[in-house]
């Protein structure tokens, strides 16, 4: 009798905590496939085009930086509802939603209305990062997909390469993430690519001057100039954020910032502050601390604003809030 009743408490204070919402490690007990159908998803697309692990790793830092991780930067624009994929950050620069699109009709089709979309590129961006070379790391489960989305919030809360330190870090700070989450998280920049536009200014006129940027190489400089000449016309030219190794995740990312050789303002500007330049000179010497916090900062990343148990929904498309 005694017994039975403490598992009856066990069970009730089990599915109360469920309901109230809890990540957790085997969320999807009942889709054991899913983390293989994620990363086979992931391997696939990154056969055809070595660039998406990137741009899948930087679709869910901009899910998750705006409204939380929800999955509302995957959503279309409705009558009714104005998505993220316009915001200035993202308008012809984020990119990745084929894949997502695949990976969940996959496991839609082993696991029917069961998986998040948030849940899905959360996992993309931990696979992306692993296939790339880079670490490995536990993933907890249970994000649930939101019903809206906010372009004013994707216009405002993004980042960008334009602003200085203290701004960036007051955008972080602003979703529980410190300096060494900063630092950790720029780290991403050594995969994938960025357009002409969203570094120019450092080649030709920096800050009105008319000179390049002193905090930039001078021979990286020039061989940029060949990518993006100072006419309009290259300002979508794509340029590799880490040029020594462009899809491979390692710690070259930090040895470049430290021989001047960051691609954006704000790469560089890492350097420029006594606190955040010591950790970026660490990660340039030790791969295994870069690994070890760039993880530790992927799951508090990865945990912000989440939805759980009873509220929002598993979207059937990742585009669109069901009916
Ligand atoms: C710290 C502030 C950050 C700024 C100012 C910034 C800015 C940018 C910019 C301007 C681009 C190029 C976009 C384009 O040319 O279309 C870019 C690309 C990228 N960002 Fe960031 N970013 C930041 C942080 C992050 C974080 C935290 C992550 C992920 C954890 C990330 C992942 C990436 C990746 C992987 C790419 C390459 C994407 C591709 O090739 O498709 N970034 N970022
Ligand atoms: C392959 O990658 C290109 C982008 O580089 C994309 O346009 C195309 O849809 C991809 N094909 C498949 C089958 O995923
Ligand atoms: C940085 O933040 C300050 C204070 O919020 C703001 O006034 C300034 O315009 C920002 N700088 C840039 C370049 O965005």
Redesign the pocket.
């Known amino acids: 009798m005694h017994q039975k009743n403490t598992i009856i408490v066990l069970l009730v204070s089990l599915s109360s905590l469920l309901a109230n919402g809890q990540l957790d490690y085997n969320y999807y007990s009942s889709c054991p496939n899913l983390p293989m159908i994620v990363r086979y998803g992931v391997w696939a697309a990154m056969k055809n085009d070595t660039r998406i692990a990137a741009s899948l790793l930087r679709l869910h830092f901009h899910d998750c930086f705006v409204n939380g991780c929800d999955g509302s930067v995957l959503l279309d624009d409705t009558k009714t509802l104005k998505g993220e994929k316009k915001a200035g950050p993202n308008r012809n620069s984020v990119r990745g939603f084929d894949v997502i699109d695949n990976i969940k009709a996959d496991v839609e089709r082993a696991c029917p209305s069961t998986v998040s979309c948030v849940d899905i590129l959360t996992l993309a961006a931990r696979e992306s990062v692993f296939l790339s070379g880079g670490p490995n790391w536990p993933v907890a489960l249970g994000r649930r997909d939101g019903l809206t989305a906010n372009l004013k919030a994707a216009n405002e809360n993004l980042p960008t390469p ?3 330190l203290a ?1 960036i870090t007051a955008k972080f700070a602003a979703v529980g993430l410190d300096l060494r989450d900063v630092v950790a998280l720029s780290g991403a920049h050594t995969i994938g690519l960025a357009q002409c536009f969203t570094f120019k200014n450092r080649l030709f006129n920096f800050k009105g001057t008319g000179q390049p940027d002193p905090n930039l190489d001078s021979s990286l400089a020039s061989s940029l100039k060949t990518s993006c000449p100072n006419v309009d016309k290259s300002n979508t030219n794509l340029n590799s954020l880490d040029m020594l190794t462009t899809y491979q995740f390692d710690n070259a990312y930090y040895k470049n910032l430290v021989n001047n050789g960051g691609l954006l303002e704000s790469d560089q500007a890492l350097m420029g502050d006594p606190q955040s330049a010591a950790i970026v000179n660490d990660y340039s010497m030790y791969p295994y601390l870069f690994y070890n916090d760039f993880s530790a900062s992927m799951v508090k990343l990865g945990n912000i604003g989440v939805i759980m148990g009873q509220n929002g929904q598993i979207r059937r498309k990742c585009s669109q809030v069901n009916l």
Do not use: S
Request: glycine fraction near 0%; hydrophobic fraction near 25%; charged fraction near 25%.
């Open positions: 334009f602003e200085p701004n």
